[in-house]
Each structure stands twice: as C-alpha cells, then as structure tokens.
C-alpha cells in the first residue's frame, strides 16, 4: 500500500516558476514509477510527465517538455515536478501517482493516487 500526498501548489502569474511535492508512505516507494497527471472541470485528466522507478528515465507530454522537469529523491520517499514558464494553460490541478515498476502514460496502469493539489497560472 502506498498513500501519496501533493504539495506545492498555488497562484503564479504567467512565466513564473512552482515546484511541486508529492510525498509517499511505504517502504517500497523505490520499486515504484511514479507519474504526474493533471486535470481541468469539464475535461479529462491528462498525462503531464513520468519517471521510473530507479529516476533514469523520464517522460513528458508534448505540451510541458522543456519546461517542467520530474525528479525523485527514493531517500525522502519524495517526487518532484519543477514547473517553469507557466501559461494559463497549465491551470488545472494536479496528481501524482503510483505503479509497481514500469512507467506508464496511461492512467489505468496506475495503482495508487494522491489527492491532488491546484495550479492556478494568472495571465
């Protein structure tokens, strides 16, 4: 079992910077590839980026790469999304997310879910 919580989130203006936490419980957070997905009112939840379960590989959505980057520290139990160059766009909240080894853009791969924390980007 694997209880994650998100952190971080807030109001920034457009081309600001926030860097969001996602903390786990567990003692096997390191055999887990974790995932951040996002979603907006009306609209479906979205993959935003992934990394594996050991941190060397990473991937991203077309509409963040070059601006947001994942990263994991397995000795804090902790994952990370730093988020540059906001755009109203990228308003919406966000989650992080688990699964057992291998990484996944798909939604239903993922086992475990935080609650989720909101991104507001002001224009």
């Known amino acids: 079992q694997v209880q994650l919580v998100e952190s971080g989130g807030g109001l920034v203006q457009a081309g600001g910077s926030l860097r969001l936490s996602c903390a786990a419980s567990?003692?096997?957070?390191?055999?887990?590839?974790m995932g951040w997905f996002r979603q907006t009112p009306g609209k479906e939840r979205e993959f935003v980026a992934a990394?594996?379960?050991?941190?060397?590989?990473?991937y991203y959505a077309d509409s963040v790469k070059g601006r947001f980057t994942i990263s994991r520290d397995n000795a804090k139990n902790t994952v990370y999304l730093q988020m540059n160059s906001l755009k109203p766009e990228d308003t919406a909240v966000y989650y992080c997310?688990?699964?057992?080894?291998?990484?996944?853009?798909?939604?239903?791969?993922?086992?475990?879910w935080g609650q989720g924390t909101q991104v507001t980007v002001s224009s």
């Open positions: 990394i594996s379960w050991r941190g060397g590989s990473t």
């Open positions: 567990g003692r096997t957070f390191s055999s887990y590839s």
């Open positions: 997310a688990a699964r057992p080894y291998s990484t996944s853009r798909y939604q239903p791969d993922y086992d475990y």
